[in-house]
């Protein structure tokens, strides 16, 4: 059947097959551009210098795809380059966009690890090949631009944060401080790390108080001191008085007197030497009083009896200047006395009112503790913010100064030398195995459409076969009509 049927297959293949030729080449040749961007990690270590925008690189690619392949931005391309030229015809805006988005492709390659990104790809397909190279640089900078930006953006939008956050934390700090100042300045004297001082201050009082009691045992013994004093020295002066008044009658009796007085002042004498020394001021006075009652008891036994009265007597005149200043010094001595004991009551006080405090200072140490709790905690959390703070500004610096990660284009689209699609020798190979395959095809069918025995062979095997006739030629000009 198919040897009969030759010539048209043949014919039917090589036509197919030239259709199928110039249906192939006159296809619109695609071209494909791709650009390797690489994602370089930051110069600076980080033990010294933590970024700020660490988010995940596939997250990242994928926020900035979204702004890169934005309507706005392709309907810039497209218009920049003059894309889809043939399309704009009958198409609208809307769909050419999404016809660019289509033919822009964008492939992550990860580095050593499955988790990290080494680098990306960006391709773009069409039909001019410098202008498709053209694209893909271009998008590749934008994708290289729009990381910078974008992560400029990270790091001052994470140091404004900051920076609010270390204003509002030294504003309560601040709140803080001035209540615990606040409470210092009112319980000044009462606080735990004053109980030292506190302390030392009840000692020296303490001691200012012996010191103050030892000062009234003085004045109370020097004050007895001058009363008895006084005492004695108006008895020598009313002795003297009466002798110079009563004249030679009195001067047994006088004498008499003086000798008492001259004893008493030897006892008081003997007493003040067991406590004090010889130069002590009370001890020289009573010997002069001594001296002086001694000396009128003398001028008492020498008066002779029958001696006129005499002008007041010099030692009578010193003795009344004497009293005069035991009086004034008794005065005094009970002046001190009180000056003393005012000053004990004093003491006291002030022992009392620091007793008080030290008695209090359980209580102030737990209000100051929950006062300083709050500072402290406010405190820590201001140098915490404080030094995030320091090290945001370094990270934005960093990222200023394009020393963090960035994108960097390690190989530029070139122009492609061949087009990506169609493939035409593979199109022309499966073309031809097609044409074939519907040559014969159309061989077959001509035969099984003629309805005839096309040899013995097609007869069943218990069939014999009686004769063959050979294929009979007939002209065509002796050929009848076809009869039905």
């Not at 002590?280 to 003398?298: G, S």
């Not at 284009?409 to 020798?425: E, L, T, V, Y």
Request: hydrophobic share 40%; with cysteine; aromatic share 4%.
């Amino acid at each position: 059947m198919l040897w009969k049927s030759k010539l048209l297959a043949g014919l039917v293949w090589i036509s197919l097959c030239l259709l199928s030729a110039a249906v192939i080449y006159s296809l619109p040749a695609t071209y494909k551009a791709e650009a390797v961007i690489l994602v370089d990690g930051q110069k600076v270590p980080e033990r010294y210098v933590a970024s700020t925008a660490n988010a995940d690189i596939q997250d990242r690619l994928a926020a900035i795809s979204q702004r890169i392949l934005s309507s706005s931005r392709l309907e810039t391309i497209i218009n920049t380059y003059h894309l889809y030229d043939r399309e704009k015809a009958h198409l609208p805006l809307e769909e050419i966009i999404d016809l660019m988005r289509k033919d822009t492709k964008i492939t992550l390659e990860h580095g050593g690890s499955q988790e990290h990104t080494g680098s990306f790809r960006i391709s773009y397909e069409g039909r001019d090949p410098a202008v498709v190279a053209e694209v893909a640089n271009q998008i590749g900078n934008l994708f290289i631009e729009e990381n910078l930006r974008t992560r400029e953006k990270h790091a001052e939008g994470t140091s404004a944060f900051i920076e609010e956050q270390l204003q509002q934390a030294r504003k309560t700090l601040h709140a803080l401080e001035l209540q615990v100042a606040d409470y210092k300045l009112k319980h000044k004297g009462e606080l735990p790390e004053q109980e030292s001082s506190l302390a030392s201050a009840i000692a020296r009082l303490q001691i200012e108080l012996q010191a103050n009691q030892d000062a009234i045992n003085r004045a109370e013994e020097s004050k007895a001191l001058l009363q008895n004093s006084l005492s004695t020295a108006e008895s020598t002066a009313r002795v003297l008085e009466r002798t110079q008044a009563r004249g030679p009658a009195v001067n047994a009796s006088s004498g008499g007197d003086a000798r008492k007085t001259a004893a008493a002042l030897q006892a008081e004498l003997d007493a003040l030497r067991l406590r004090y020394t010889e130069d002590h001021p009370d001890v020289q006075r009573l010997e002069q009083l001594l001296a002086q009652a001694r000396r009128t008891e003398k001028a008492a036994a020498a008066t002779p009896a029958n001696k006129a009265l005499d002008p007041p007597a010099p030692d009578l005149l010193q003795q009344r200047e004497r009293i005069a200043s035991l009086e004034t010094e008794a005065k005094l001595a009970v002046h001190e006395l009180e000056f003393r004991k005012a000053e004990r009551r004093d003491i006291l006080a002030k022992i009392a009112a620091l007793q008080a405090r030290i008695d209090t200072l359980p209580v102030r140490e737990q209000e100051l503790t929950a006062l300083s709790r709050d500072y402290e905690t406010a405190k820590a959390n201001y140098q915490s913010l404080l030094d995030k703070r320091i090290a945001a500004d370094m990270a934005t610096d960093l990222e200023h100064r394009q020393q963090g990660e960035r994108f960097t284009m390690i190989d530029p689209a070139q122009p492609p030398a061949k087009p990506f699609s169609p493939d035409r020798p593979q199109l022309l190979w499966l073309a031809v195995t097609l044409s074939l395959f519907g040559a014969l095809a159309a061989g077959l069918a001509r035969e099984f459409k003629r309805n005839v025995l096309l040899g013995e062979w097609e007869l069943p095997p218990d069939i014999p076969v009686l004769g063959r006739v050979s294929p009979i030629a007939i002209p065509a000009r002796a050929r009848g009509p076809v009869l039905p």
